[in-house]
């Protein structure tokens, strides 16, 4: 028997880039499109991206930076029941 079709989640997938900042050394998560497309676009880029701790524009690698979100520890999720 063949399953039915996978019908997408109607919330919009993200993902979590995680870069450090030069100045300080914190951590600094953004939030990107998660889809296979943007993924793909982005993989081999550079970006930039203005920081809250320091308040400059920092250069980082979408790569890296995919990796090392992806990587991070997440809070707990609260349990049902």
């Known amino acids: ?26 951590p600094i998560d953004y939030e990107v499109p998660g889809d296979a497309g943007t993924l793909k676009d982005l993989w ?3 970006l930039l991206r203005h920081c809250r ?3 400059q524009v920092h250069r980082f690698s979408f790569r890296k930076a ?4 992806m990587l991070a520890v997440r809070p707990p999720q609260l349990q049902e029941g």
């Not at 063949?2 to 919009?12: E, K, N, Q, T, W």
């Not at 995919?66 to 979100?69: F, L, P, R, S």
């Open 44 to 46: 081999s880029r550079t």
């Open 53 to 55: 701790h320091c308040g």
């Open 66 to 69: 995919y990796v090392a979100g």
């Open 1 to 26: 028997m063949r399953a039915g079709p996978v019908h997408p989640i109607d919330m919009p997938l993200f993902a979590t880039l995680r870069f450090q900042c030069s100045e300080t050394g914190k």
